[in-house]
Structures are given as structure tokens and as C-alpha cells.
């Protein structure tokens, strides 16, 4: 029987396929090494448990796979019906039995990439909609998940760190967050600057200033601790909100 391979012939597409997908097996490592009992201690999110976080990786491949499936086929297919829809699912999920948990993870992730190796070269560029109200090319969709796995990995409180994270990963998070907090204006008087890089963001001029190595700034960034990371007056402010 002849392998299967992404229908995507674009190498810049291709990377990015590997890296969600190299994060999807992070998550399912850390997830793995939780015995079923874990599974009902605290995550690194408030209110949430790692059970919350685990529903919420799951339902969100089932979300992104149909809006690869809107990409396809041309059949609008939203994310969710509402956030509030998205929220019941996620508790919904984290009262699920252990192995029907796993399952929901292993099952999701595989249709997923299916999904993915499956769309044809031209649909990528194809537009579909965030549960933001986002129009974005069906390749965002690739980013979307990659994001998730790799900071929700670290969310299980399982021995992961941002420091597992590609650097490639973070990069673009963080300019994703930065770009986020001056869409919003919550960055005034604020300079973020990554020590032994050139990657500086914010107002040149701040009165505030947070520095650090890559990952000890993005894991102060999306409001996870402040590892490494220093700010002015020895104290380091809190991170603007970013989602």
C-alpha cells in the first residue's frame, strides 16, 4: 500500500504542517505521562483543570478541522456556533471519562491532519472565518493549531516549559501578542525587548521596560510567569491581555 502524503507541495507550508504537528505530539507525550488520577489536578489555568485542558485541545482540532473542511469544499462550516457554545462543549468534555478523554485527543488530532494532507493545493488560499470573526487563508488554520498545542502542552503543569518550545514558534507568538497589544493601544509606555536578539517591541521611548531570553519573555507575554524575565525598578509589570 503506497504512504499518504500533504497534497501541499509548498515547502514554507509543508514546515509549518511539521511544527503543528511536532506540537500535537508534545501535547500527547505530556498527556500520556498524566496516570488517569492527574488528570484531575490543577493546570497552570486558573479555573481550569488539566481535564479542561485536554477537552479544550480536542474539540479545538475538531473546530479548525471544519473550517479546513469549509476550505474544500466551499460549505460554510464555523468553528463553533458561539463562544458560549464553545465554553458548554469544554465542560462538557472535562467530565468525560479518562479514556474517552484520551480518545477525544487522539481521535481529533488524527482527523485534523487528515483534513490537512487531504486539502488540495488551491484551497489553501481559500478564505474561512475565526470563531473572532477573522477572514483568514485556510493556511492560518495550520498556526491556529500549532499555537494551541504548544502553550497548552506547558498549561498541563507537567513538567513542560516554554523552553520546550521552538524558538520559531516563539517568535511568532510573540509578534503575534505585540501586534495585538498595539492593535489595542494596551502597550503605551511599554518596551519588550529579547536579550541576544535584535526582536524589540513596543515604544522606544517606555518608561517600562520587560527583558529576557525568548522564552522566559513569551511565557511573561501570555501571562504564564515571569522566568528570567526582568522589568524596571526590579519588578516585572503584568502582561497586557492578549486574547
Do not use: C
Not at 29 to 36: F, G, I, Q
Not at 88 to 114: K, M, Q, W, Y
Not at 187 to 194: E, I, K, S, T, Y
Amino acid at each position: 500500500m503506497v504512504a499518504r502524503h500533504d497534497l501541499t507541495t509548498d515547502p514554507g507550508l509543508q514546515e509549518q504542517l511539521l511544527q503543528a504537528r511536532r506540537g500535537t505530539a508534545f501535547f500527547a507525550r505530556k498527556l500520556n505521562e498524566l496516570t488517569d488520577a492527574g488528570l484531575d489536578g490543577g493546570s497552570l489555568l486558573p479555573g481550569w483543570s488539566r481535564r479542561h485542558v485536554v477537552a479544550h485541545i480536542g474539540y479545538n482540532a475538531r473546530a479548525i478541522a471544519r473550517l479546513v473542511e469549509w476550505a474544500s469544499t466551499g460549505v460554510e462550516t464555523p468553528m463553533y456556533p458561539s463562544v458560549a457554545v464553545r465554553d458548554e462543549e469544554i465542560n462538557f468534555g472535562a467530565t468525560l471519562s479518562p479514556i474517552a478523554l484520551r480518545n477525544l485527543f487522539d481521535h481529533s488530532a488524527v482527523h485534523l491532519s487528515v483534513e490537512w494532507r487531504d486539502l488540495p493545493e488551491d484551497a489553501w488560499h481559500h478564505t474561512v472565518r475565526t470563531i473572532q470573526g477573522r477572514e483568514v487563508p485556510a493556511s492560518e488554520t495550520v498556526w491556529m493549531r500549532t499555537r494551541e498545542v504548544w502553550v497548552h502542552a506547558v498549561d498541563l503543569d507537567n513538567g513542560a516549559s516554554f523552553g520546550d518550545i521552538p524558538a520559531s514558534v516563539l517568535e511568532r507568538l510573540l509578534r503575534d501578542i505585540t501586534s495585538a497589544w498595539s492593535a489595542r493601544g494596551t502597550d503605551a509606555g511599554l518596551l519588550v525587548r529579547v536579550t541576544g536578539t535584535d526582536l524589540v517591541f513596543g515604544d522606544p521611548d517606555a518608561a517600562v521596560v520587560v527583558a529576557g531570553p525568548l522564552a522566559g519573555v513569551v511565557q511573561w507575554a501570555t501571562g504564564r510567569g515571569t522566568d528570567g524575565v526582568a522589568g524596571g525598578a526590579g519588578q516585572v509589570p503584568a502582561a497586557p491581555k492578549w486574547i
